[in-house]
């Protein structure tokens, strides 16, 4: 297992980090994964004894029983607290009550202490907004966060599915208020998935923000598992939960490129996929999933699959982006201020 540090901090993590969304199974999330205490015990000794140090929940998660397997789990497998960087979420709805949702100072500061209680520990490594809240203004949740840090309730702050514009935002608040600051930003991000390359992972990297990817395989599509023709294996989570959104066409042809390099490592197509992501500019840690150790196992093993440079650039041309403006000018234009360092006539108006 290698490690990087936590964006622009000091804390050390596991480039994989373990998802817990398929923890307890409860309501709506079944669809996703039901695993019980016993079930998740063994994933998380198999990961932490394979070096995983870093662990992903959130409180809407099987409706917090997600937290509660998780925190349980550690103790379980007598795992000391300090050895695990500890991250959950806040936003969604946990209870019937319309401020029970949101990023608000009441239910950030009600959510942690339902969180800290879950997951049976007195402080977390990492708290991150989940969702973007039409309504609470961002200075408000980023005062409430740096309450928190000031608290000992939590060590640091990130934020999930926001756009770019919203996270700059946010981090010069935190700088003209001396604020704690954003660390991490998780976001959807897999080979055939790419869009936050357009504005969020400049953003990430100009702010040393840690990617954090979620759905690095698009919800199992690209494990390999699928194809064309069929509807995937039963019990598969596309089966039942056909999220996040993407493009089925792009996947396969990502699919199609990614099996002759994995038949070429002795691999899976899902470790391909796992590498490719792994090998991205600004990520901190990508976050697995799985239902079984056998999963598990092989996710894990993405760390020691490095591609070669042919095989990383053949994945990035089946899967590179559309052009798209504002990007197409300023690739365009950069290029022409670059020529110009180098010696070009300074005064070409060519646009």
Same mark, same amino acid.
């Given at each position: %297992? ?18 817990? %969304? ?13 695993? !019980?205490?016993?079930?998740? =015990? ?57 401020? !029970?949702? #949101?990023?608000?100072?009441?239910? @950030? ?14 402080? @977390?490594?990492?708290?991150? @907004?989940?969702?973007? &809240? ?12 740096? !309450? ?8 640091? @702050? ?44 400049? %953003? ?51 699919? =199609? ?8 490592? #002795? ?30 196992? =092989? ?48 005064? &070409?108006?060519?646009?």
């Amino acid at each position: %297992m290698r490690y990087r540090t936590l964006g622009a901090t000091g804390l050390v993590v596991s480039e994989l980090c373990l998802g817990t %969304m398929t923890f307890g199974g409860r309501g709506f999330w079944t669809a996703i994964g039901a695993l !019980d205490q016993g079930a998740a =015990d063994r994933l998380v000794a198999r990961a932490v004894g394979a070096g995983v140090n870093f662990i992903d929940t959130a409180d809407v998660y099987s409706e917090g029983l997600a937290e509660e397997i998780t925190g349980r789990a550690l103790v379980n497998a007598g795992i000391k607290r300090t050895d695990v960087v500890l991250a959950t979420k806040v936003f969604g709805a946990t209870g019937a009550g319309v401020n !029970d949702r #949101g990023t608000s100072r009441g239910h @950030i500061m009600d959510g942690v202490k339902a969180s800290l209680r879950r997951l049976g520990t007195d402080y @977390i490594d990492l708290y991150q @907004i989940h969702g973007v &809240d039409p309504l609470t203004p961002v200075d408000e949740t980023m005062r409430a966060l740096d !309450d928190l840090v000031r608290q000992g309730l939590v060590r640091y @702050i990130g934020v999930s599915n926001w756009p770019a514009w919203m996270v700059a935002k946010a981090q010069g608040l935190a700088l003209a208020h001396d604020w704690t600051r954003l660390v991490t930003l998780q976001a959807y991000y897999a080979i055939a998935a790419r869009d936050i390359e357009r504005e969020i992972v400049p %953003m990430a990297r100009s702010e040393g923000l840690g990617l954090l990817a979620w759905s690095p395989l698009a919800g199992g599509l690209l494990s390999g598992k699928f194809d064309r023709e069929t509807a995937g294996p039963e019990g598969a989570r596309r089966t039942g939960f056909d999220f996040p959104p993407v493009d089925r066409e792009r996947v396969f042809a990502c699919v =199609d490129r990614m099996r002759p390099i994995a038949e070429a490592h #002795g691999v899976s197509v899902a470790r391909v996929a796992l590498a490719w992501a792994l090998h991205r500019p600004g990520i901190a840690a990508v976050i697995i999933g799985a239902k079984t150790v056998e999963q598990l196992d =092989d996710n894990l093993a993405a760390s020691d699959l490095t591609l070669a440079a042919d095989e990383i650039a053949a994945l990035d041309e089946v899967s590179a982006l559309p052009p798209e403006y504002p990007g197409w000018m300023i690739e365009h234009q950069g290029a022409r201020q670059a020529q110009s360092a180098r010696g070009a006539a300074p005064f &070409d108006k060519t646009p």
